[in-house]
């Protein structure tokens, strides 16, 4: 295992630890007048810059 990964391992291998991320979006139709994106594409549009 390397070094860095050595904190998710228990040192008896009862257990290994994972990580996993999930991104998600939400918008609110109320506040915004364009139809929402629906592709990472669409996402890049200047329109959606916050």
Known sequence: M???QRYLRDPD???VG?????IGFAYN?????AEAP???E?????????
């Open 2 to 4: 390397q070094q860095r």
């Open 13 to 15: 291998w009862h257990f």
């Open 18 to 22: 994972a990580e996993v991320f999930v």
């Open 29 to 33: 139709p109320r506040l915004s007048k």
């Open 38 to 40: 629906k592709t990472w």
């Open 42 to 50: 669409d996402l890049l549009d200047p329109k959606w810059r916050a």
